[in-house]
């Protein structure tokens, strides 16, 4: 019996286009003058401080940023960009640049998944910073009161299945008693393997073949 709802945000919840196309051209764009604003603040300062040390040199100022920019073109996943990324986003929230993307459809059905007593989760690459930026402003408010938990790639890489029994045991349920929800194949086969239940949104039309139960909105998911 199903006794939570483990989630992926790009593709699933949110539009592929909305990361894509609205959040990272924001971070490249407002990087330079974002870091010069903020440089002696803690949280910045820190970030620059990670930069120096992932490519093992002291950098300037301008290095760094040049570095921040060049990850961003490359899609690398490292975790100085997502933090400074998580600060530009929370700025670009702030002053009403954006809404975080979510489909009405998942946001019904997630109300209705927690009224009913399902906890739910959210498992994406972005950070966990970024999940709650996200989630926090929406077209449809403030949705991060839905969930109960939150995991980004710290935990694990989203392909390898030992990342899912891990998250299995945080939440403290058995694997057999989540369903996982992603569009990626790779993912939810490495969810199946850890022995979670599995559904593949296929919202857009260029989505990969897989052998998951599928779905195109949230309210076509069977929750077992």
């Not at 196309?21 to 603040?41: K, Q």
């Not at 906890?119 to 690459?125: D, F, K, Q, T």
Request: proline fraction near 4%; hydrophobic fraction near 40%.
């Amino acid at each position: 019996m199903i006794q939570a709802i483990l989630t992926d945000i790009e593709g699933t919840t949110s539009s592929l286009s909305f990361v894509k196309d609205v959040l990272f051209p924001y971070a490249r764009e407002n990087m330079h003058d974002f870091v010069y604003a903020h440089a002696d603040e803690q949280p910045v300062r820190q970030t620059l401080d990670d930069v120096d040390n992932a490519v093992g040199r002291l950098l300037s100022t301008e290095e760094a940023i040049d570095q921040l920019i060049a990850w961003i073109d490359q899609d690398r996943k490292i975790t100085p960009l997502k933090a400074l990324q998580g600060l530009i986003w929370e700025a670009g929230y702030r002053d009403g640049d954006f809404h975080g993307h979510v489909y009405a459809d998942a946001v019904d059905q997630l109300r209705r998944w927690q009224a009913a007593g399902l906890r739910l989760y959210v498992y994406s690459s972005g950070s966990v910073y970024a999940q709650k930026l996200l989630f926090g402003h929406t077209a449809h408010g403030d949705l991060n009161p839905l969930f109960s938990g939150y995991f980004d790639t710290l935990i694990g890489a989203k392909t390898d299945a030992a990342s899912y029994r891990r998250i299995a045991e945080r939440i403290g349920l058995p694997a057999a008693s989540v369903l996982f929800l992603s569009d990626i194949p790779p993912e939810l086969d490495a969810a199946r393997d850890a022995g979670m239940a599995t559904t593949q949104l296929v919202r857009d039309t260029v989505t990969a073949y897989s052998t998951h139960p599928r779905a195109t909105r949230f309210d076509e998911i069977t929750v077992g």
